[in-house]
């Protein structure tokens, strides 16, 4: 996301772009940077029915295919409508990405690990911004449509990595016992902590994992209502809460470079 985010306000600017696409105006301009959001939007919505369905790993997969399609149709487009297009593409893939790999990430790591690799995952990001831009800069002295297209196309070295591993990395013990997979996420929490099958360990956090699944299979699917409901477990406050950490999270100075420039 922040390797083909960062990247447009990198060489929007620059002739090669502003050339192929018949100088567009900034309204235009901004349009075609924020269907990247709008196509996000869609995925996030779409994440939770593919993870709850087919799996945390198989969402994953599916966002990156979505990234590549979307890579590819950016880095050849010739007119603003293929453009806009692919942008909603990439968005999409970036949604179902951005949903299921902090739940699957959250769900096969010990717990003592969790808040570490929820850390990294945040640096990665960063990196990602430094890296385009430097991509950017690196390319910014041509004047021919390799400025644009070259960053474009490069961040399908890392989706085609995240496509290939999505075939590779354990799945959700949660979604295994969801699915009446028991035997499968024994071996994935074994994983997990690293001891036998047979560890106590191993039989304690697989039965808390069990019974979480009998709770909620004994209380019913939820609905989006339940969201904004004052209840128990405080869900309006949460919603609130997520809500307002993102809004600033997304206000905050560096977030306008990215749509501005």
Same mark, same amino acid.
């Given at each position: 996301m922040t390797?083909?985010?960062?990247?447009?306000?990198?060489?929007?600017?620059?002739?090669?772009?502003?050339?192929q696409f018949h100088h567009p105006n900034s309204t235009i301009v901004g349009t075609v940077v924020s269907l990247y959001e709008v196509g996000g939007f869609l995925g996030g919505l779409l994440s939770s029915m593919i993870c709850d369905n087919f799996g945390?790993?198989? %969402?994953?997969?599916?966002?990156?295919?979505f990234l590549i399609v979307g890579a590819i149709l950016q880095a050849t487009s010739f007119e603003l409508?293929?453009?806009?297009?692919?942008r909603i593409v990439s968005g999409i893939g970036v949604g179902l990405q951005q949903s299921a790999i902090p739940i699957l990430q959250s769900e096969v790591t010990p717990a003592n690990r969790r808040g570490l690799y929820a850390c990294a995952y945040l640096t990665m990001l960063n990196f990602g911004i430094v890296l385009a831009y430097w991509i950017d800069y690196g390319v910014g002295f041509t004047t021919n449509s390799f400025a644009w297209r070259f960053p474009t196309a490069f961040q399908l070295v890392f989706v085609i990595a995240v496509f290939a591993l999505s075939f590779v990395v354990v799945e959700s013990p949660r979604f295994l016992v969801l699915n009446n997979r028991e035997e499968d996420a024994c071996d994935v929490v074994s994983c997990m902590l690293d001891k036998g099958r047979d560890d106590p360990h191993?039989?304690?956090?697989?039965?808390?994992?069990?019974?979480?699944?009998?709770?909620?299979?004994?209380?019913?699917?939820g609905t989006w209502m339940d969201f904004i409901k004052d209840d128990n477990l405080q869900s309006r406050r949460r919603l609130w809460s997520? %809500?307002?950490?993102?809004?600033?999270q997304q206000g905050k100075s560096n977030q306008h470079?990215?749509?501005m420039a």
């Open positions: 390797v083909d985010l960062t990247n447009m306000t990198g060489f929007i600017n620059g002739d090669p772009w502003n050339q945390r790993r198989q %969402c994953i997969g599916f966002g990156a295919i409508g293929q453009l806009m297009f692919a191993v039989i304690e956090l697989l039965n808390q994992i069990k019974s979480a699944v009998l709770v909620e299979m004994t209380e019913g699917s997520a %809500c307002l950490v993102q809004m600033f470079g990215f749509f």
